[in-house]
Structures are given as structure tokens and as C-alpha cells.
């Protein structure tokens, strides 16, 4: 016997949540960098016809606000004047002077010394050969060919070059800014070094020798090989080792830094009337608009295609214009809270940084969770106290003993304090360190201490006590 099944049709009611483009659109535009959005937003112009870089301008009268109007029906919107006001000027930076700094880039180390070398009074065909061996050079200053290789590129029939020459470029180089630049090892880099210094120096002559002749027991710390090879005492030896400590084995390196991004501050802290203020930056934004002349001809269009289209980009511009709206006054709001929270912070240091973190925020400003992360990442903020990444005000809570808590970034800011004041004869060992932090009623563990340390890029004790000497 069979059964047999029945169709039936069933009516359901579910909820569920959507990504709508407009959505899709907001949460990207709010995690983008400053930079970035500047990409964006020219990537935009130059595909949606119906939006335009409009001229800036410079006669609007400046205000720290940044509140929006709220738009109207289309026929009455004034994009142009709704999005400039994003953009005006503040006096935020009318009295930073020192702001240009933050998007100012050195020169690298061969800009650096070739900057030095086409000062000096060298012939042409010097000057050829000088450029080579700079570009020859790793970023410690080291040359990366052979003498050979350096003669086979630079030698040609109708352009001898010796290597005599080469060599007497090379010792031009090797004596300019850092010092020992040019050279093939490390033991010919600290010998040029060492032939920098008064020759009058204690002990130049055996420093002189054991860096020529037995750098490789200097390097396996053979100590007593070396007082027995130069017969000298632990005394003078100590004082050799000072001289050879205090050259510089990658003279390059304090040169050979990479060129820092150029960093646009979103928004500016500033105390005005004792009260601490804060204002988007009006350069992050290009004047921005909806182009009329189109939405003109949106009313003219003879055929639904065209139509069509001027409809589709004028709602993907009205979109994008929103979206960068909601950033803005996301990234205020947000900032507005942790200002007016680490107050102290801004008057005291980071040793008066209130412990906060982004649930915090979240549930204060009635936001969701991830929104506070996308919005504080790549956000930076200029303050009277320097250039700070949103996500700099975050930090975990460490208990006290009045039963209330202080900030990670607080105790970071008390070690580098407490090592800066120490006794440079018995620098502070981590233990010392967890016990004065104790004494001021704030519970650590040694090990938290030592963390903080090491991602602070500080060394322990006995290696801060070898520096000192």
C-alpha cells in the first residue's frame, strides 16, 4: 500500500536584514583613509557625468561647525552649497604654523648625498662616476657591486675610466655626511669612521687595529684573546670598546628613512574660550557638486535610454553626496565624544589617558560597534600635542587600588617617564619599575611591565646601563 504525498502552498512572514547599495556605499566610504576618499572622489567624477568639481571658496565665512542642512524635494536642493559647507575654512589652521611639517618628506640617503656631492669640485666625468656609486648603494649606505662591476659599467672606449679614479671618487664619497658611506664591508666602513676622529684620541691607534685586523674576535666578544693579542688591561680595553661603540656600523640607516605617506588630519582639537573644539578639515574635501547643466538636460531627453541614464547617475550622485555626509558627521560626532572624554589627556599627556574602548563609545553614542572601528581607523586628529590616529585615544583598563582604573597608554607613559629620570650608573630594572608604579596605587604585574617596555622599543636595564657608559 502506497501513500501519496499533497503539494500545498504556504504563506510566510520573515524578517531579515539587507545591505542596500546606499548601505554598501556608506560603510565604505566611512572606513576609507583621507587620502583615499580623494581617490574615490575623483574616481567618481570622472564616471558619473552628473557630478563636478566645483572652485573652492575662499570668501565663505569660516565657522568650527560642521552641521548640514537637511535637503529638500530635488527642484529645490542646493548640492553645491550643502556640500561647500564641508569645506570651509576654519581658523583651526590659520595658527598651526608648524602643520607643514606633517606632510613634509626628507630626503632619502642618496638624495642626501648626492645633494653634498654636486657641491664639491669635481669634473664631469667625476661626476658621472660618483652618481653611479651612489646608486650602487643598499640602504645602509653599503655598495651593493664590486669595484670590477662598477669599472665594467663605467668604462667604455669612447669614455676611459680607471679604476684609480673610481677609487679616488669613492674616498670623496665615503667622507661625506654620514660618514663611511661607499664603503664594501663593515670593517673598511668603521675604519674611515674612526679616521674622522682628533687623532690625539686615547687609544685610536690599537681601535685602529683591531677593527683592521680582528673584527671577527671583536664580534664573538673574545675579550681576553684581544687584551692578550694588543697587551692591554681591562681598563684600556673598556676604553676602546667606547670608541668602537659610538661608530656607527649602518651609517646610512639614520638617513635611509622611508618617505612618510603624506598625512591630512581629518579633523582639528583646538581650546577656544576653555573649551576644547573640534572641526573637521576643510582640505580633505574637494568642493563637490551636482552638475545642473545635466539635470538641465534630464528634463529635455528625447529618448527613455538617455533619460534613463541621466536618472541613474543623478540618483548614484545624490547617493555618493549623502553617503560623504554621513562620514563626515560620523567622524565629528565621534571625535566631539573622545575630546570631550580624554580632556585631561590634552592637558596633562598620556600619562592622564582615561581608559576607553570602543563598546564604550559604541554604547554612548548609540552606534553600532563596528561602526566606532571603521570610522576611528586611518582617522587621524591634529591636537596641540601632535598628529594622533583616532584609535590612539583606545586603550585597555588596568585596576588601581582606589578601586577605579587607568589606561594602558597611561602606564606606557609612566615607564617611558620613570626610564627618562633614572640613574644612568643603576638604570631601572622592570621589577624596580612594577614596584614605584605599585607605589602610586596602580596594580601591574613585572611581565605587563616588561611588555609595555619591549613594544615601546626600549632596552632592558643592563643593555640601557652599556649605552650609558
Sequence with gaps: ?????????????????????????????????????????????????????TPSEDNIEPSVESGLTDHQDFDDRQWSQTYTHLNKRTDFNQDNGHFEALTSCPLSLKEHIKWQFELAPITDKDHVIGLTIIDAMDENGYLTLSLTELHQSLHSKSCPVTMAEIEAVRHLIQRIDPIGCGS??????????????????????????????????????????LMKRYQIDEVSLDEVLSIIHHLNPNPGFSINVDKPSQTIPDLFVKKHHDQWTVALNPQTLPPLAINHYYVSLLKKSKTKADSLFLKSNL???????????????????????????????????????????????????????????????????YTPRGLFELKYFFSSRLPTKMGQSCSSTAIRALIKQLIANEDHQMP????????????????????????????????PSHERKCLYC
Design 315 to 381: 540618483q548614484a550622485a545624490e547617493w555618493f553626496l549623502k553617503s560623504i555626509q554621513n562620514r563626515q558627521e560620523t567622524l565629528l560626532k565621534l571625535a566631539r565624544y573622545i575630546v570631550d572624554y580624554q580632556q585631561d589627556f590634552f592637558v596633562l599627556g598620556a600619562k592622564a589617558m582615561k581608559p576607553m574602548n570602543q563598546r564604550d563609545v559604541a554604547c554612548a553614542l548609540n552606534m553600532h560597534e563596528s561602526t566606532v572601528s571603521r570610522a576611528t581607523t586611518e582617522k587621524f586628529i
Design 1 to 53: 500500500m502506497g501513500f501519496r504525498m499533497k503539494q500545498s502552498l504556504h504563506l510566510r512572514l520573515r524578517q531579515q536584514q539587507l545591505m542596500t547599495p546606499q548601505l554598501q556605499l556608506a560603510i565604505r566610504l566611512l572606513q576609507l583613509s583621507s587620502m583615499d576618499l580623494q581617490a574615490e572622489i575623483q574616481q567618481q567624477v570622472d564616471s558619473n557625468p552628473l557630478l563636478e568639481l
Design 184 to 225: 664594501f664591508t663593515l670593517a673598511e666602513s668603521l675604519l674611515i669612521q674612526l679616521d674622522e676622529l682628533p687623532p690625539e684620541t686615547k687609544h685610536l691607534g690599537v681601535a685602529k687595529q683591531i677593527i683592521g685586523k680582528d673584527i671577527e674576535l671583536l664580534g664573538k666578544h673574545d675579550y681576553c684573546q
Design 428 to 459: 631601572l630594572t622592570d621589577s624596580k619599575m612594577t614596584e614605584l608604579i605599585h607605589q602610586q596605587g596602580i596594580h601591574v604585574a613585572r611581565r605587563t611591565v616588561a611588555k609595555y617596555r619591549i613594544m615601546m622599543g626600549i632596552l
